[in-house]
């Protein structure tokens, strides 16, 4: 019900926008986060909107990265700027309403020179 894509690889200083595909759930009940998972590192949540479009970022992409949603297109994405190399790993959207969630497929961002 949720895809992921838009990732690739970037050199440092670069811009990545993800896009995430939502299907079967409405942008209006579900909250939309986008999370990451480096190798051999735990997933770890890196922005989020709400069904009232409130966003929150993670403090290491504050100022760096914007998510929004279109949600006639059912879309959500995240835009990817002053991209890092530890910013490098599986990107995954997820969408939450009280105890249901819901993962899509990961799109990979390497962030390399």
């Known amino acids: 019900q949720l895809q992921a894509s838009g990732g690739g690889t970037v050199q440092p200083g670069g811009s990545l926008r993800l896009s995430c595909v939502v299907s079967?759930?409405?942008?209006?009940?579900?909250?939309i986060g986008w999370f990451r998972q480096a190798p051999g590192k735990q997933r770890e949540w890196v922005a989020g909107?709400?069904?009232?479009?409130?966003?929150n970022y993670a403090d290491s992409v504050k100022g760096r990265f914007i998510i929004s949603r279109d949600s006639r297109r059912n879309m959500v994405y995240l835009q990817m700027n002053s991209l890092k190399p530890e910013d490098s790993g599986d990107y995954y959207c997820?969408?939450?309403?009280?105890?249901?969630?819901?993962w899509g497929q990961g799109t990979l961002v390497t962030v390399s020179s």
């Open positions: 997820r969408g939450a309403r009280g105890t249901a969630e819901y």
């Open positions: 079967g759930i409405s942008l209006d009940d579900y909250a």
């Open positions: 909107i709400s069904p009232g479009t409130d966003r």
